[in-house]
């Protein structure tokens, strides 16, 4: 069965970095690609960007460009998306999801999400 | 980009209600239209994809319609596990915009 595990919980500091991993099993990696999508406390979900699995293409939300990177192991089948110059408003569970592009796009599969705490 | 408007953003409803939630584009977006179902604690789950398909293992009570700018998701008959917030998704073009959320609540 398909299925995304996503790394544990992370506390940083206002200008660190974060690093999520995403570790997709049950499925052809390369066939799909990867969204990632976070939730702030109290908010609605708001999309990230995604990456193809397929050849790493990318396509990030304007507002987090220049501080997002998303990336893929195909050897681990295991994604990951680097947020720096963190904010306090960056903090939020973030998560992964599978993203099927075969005929209308759709994340079908889910991560558990990721909590990360940004404070001083 | 697309901004997406969902309406209610909260609804009191009851266990056997028929509930309809809407949610409107600021532009054309075909059919590209997705519904998920979040509940706290727990990962997003798709229900609807293309505007009206129901994605696998999803209960029939669910259905959603509509095209170009204007979208509903309808539950038949509301039952206790379908108390959650109800996001739609637009896909036509990037960045994927969510709506603001529907939460349903518990008259």
């Known amino acids: 069965q398909v299925q995304l595990v996503q790394s544990g919980a992370e506390v940083k500091k206002p200008g660190a970095s974060v690093k999520v991993s995403c570790k997709a099993s049950?499925?052809?990696?390369?066939?799909?690609?990867i969204s990632w999508v976070r939730q702030a406390p109290g908010q609605g979900l708001e999309w990230m960007g995604w990456?193809?699995?397929?050849?790493?293409?990318?396509n990030y939300a304007q507002k987090l460009q220049g501080r997002v990177t998303m990336t893929t192991d195909t050897s681990t089948s295991t994604a990951y998306m680097e947020l720096r110059s963190l904010r306090s408003d960056d903090t939020a569970v973030y998560y992964c999801a599978r993203e099927n592009y075969h005929g209308s796009s759709k994340s079908d599969y889910w991560g558990q999400g990721t909590l990360v705490t940004v404070s001083s | 980009d697309i901004q997406m408007t969902q309406s209610p953003s909260s609804l009191s409803t009851s266990v056997g209600d028929r509930v309809t939630l809407t949610c409107r584009a600021s532009q054309t977006i075909s059919s590209y239209l997705n519904w998920y179902q979040l509940k706290p604690g727990k990962a997003p789950k798709l229900l609807i994809y293309a505007a009206s398909t129901l994605q696998s293992g999803v209960p029939s009570r669910f259905s959603g319609s509509g095209s170009g700018t204007d979208f509903t998701l309808t539950i038949s008959s509301l039952q206790p596990e379908d108390f959650a917030t109800y996001y739609c998704q637009q896909s036509y073009s990037t960045p994927y915009t969510f709506g603001q959320g529907t939460k349903l609540e518990i008259k």
């Open positions: 049950g499925y052809t990696f390369t066939s799909y690609g």
């Open positions: 990456i193809s699995a397929y050849n790493g293409n990318t």
